[in-house]
């Protein structure tokens, strides 16, 4: 099914830190009671406490506005210590983008999905977030007349990590309408899974690279270890730890995309 997709980056006011991780504690708590269509709702705080990204996937506009019944009361007292800016992509309807500028700020809006794994409905359950699990969100710029090449690759790469890579929770490919702008969302499961991709998926990306610009965020907690192993010309930012979800760490992707 597809699903809509949204990343949320929160700028704190000074002096409100310690009161925003108290509100974003009870968001997360309040939605926990009933996640049914929510795939994700994962908070990542940086170090020093002035910034805050959340990764929110839902099966829907009905999904999006069932979450937004269980944590609305928990969600004001957020507004009021933060500026949002919101990233939209997937299967979202243009009222839902307009009534979300109105309420909480800059809204945009990437592009429809081409290709992904996390395409099952999402069932009620109790959200227990995977500590180990690392999420990577990128924007590439294709160069103008290779808009046809890098479709190309990202297909590829696509088909590849979808028969190699069950610890690759998420994957997920989005295309601008003019096909020059691209947001991928990746889930693993842990530090070996991102190892293993990278092993795969290495050869592919460098052709694409050559084909883009590119700005890439890792979020959650990534060893010492596995940061060196990143070309410092890729343009790989490490953002802050997960400080809480409800995507659980489960056996494989069959889970998601069944």
């Excluded at 925003?20 to 709702?41: H, I, P, W």
């Excluded at 899974?193 to 907690?221: C, F, P, T, W």
Aim: aromatic share 8%.
């Amino acid at each position: 099914m597809e699903k809509i997709f949204g990343i949320v980056h929160m700028d704190i006011a000074p002096g409100a830190e310690q009161t925003f991780r108290d509100c974003a504690q009870a968001c997360v708590e309040a939605a926990r009671k009933d996640l049914t269509g929510t795939t994700a709702y994962e908070w990542f705080l940086s170090e020093d406490g002035r910034s805050c990204t959340v990764l929110e996937i839902y099966d829907g506009p009905g999904a999006l506005a069932h979450h937004g019944q269980m944590v609305g009361h928990t969600l004001a007292p957020v507004m009021d210590i933060a500026k949002f800016n919101i990233l939209f992509a997937g299967d979202v309807p243009a009222a839902l983008i307009e009534r979300m500028g109105q309420r909480l700020g800059k809204v945009d809006y990437l592009g429809e999905r081409f290709q992904g794994r996390l395409t099952a409905s999402t069932p009620a359950r109790a959200g227990a977030g995977g500590e180990d699990m690392i999420f990577a969100v990128a924007r590439f710029s294709v160069m103008p007349g290779k808009e046809a090449v890098f479709r190309a690759l990202a297909e590829e790469c696509f088909t590849v990590v979808d028969g190699n890579e069950p610890d690759t929770l998420g994957y997920e490919w989005f295309l601008s309408s003019s096909g020059t702008e691209c947001l991928t969302v990746d889930v693993y499961r842990n530090e070996q899974a991102l190892a293993e991709h990278m092993k795969n998926a290495g050869a592919i990306m460098a052709k694409i690279l050559q084909v883009v610009r590119s700005d890439v965020k890792i979020y959650g907690h990534v060893s010492a270890e596995m940061r060196k192993r990143f070309q410092s010309g890729l343009g790989v930012q490490f953002m802050a730890p997960q400080i809480q979800g409800v995507m659980c760490s489960r056996r494989s992707t069959e889970e998601f995309a069944s």
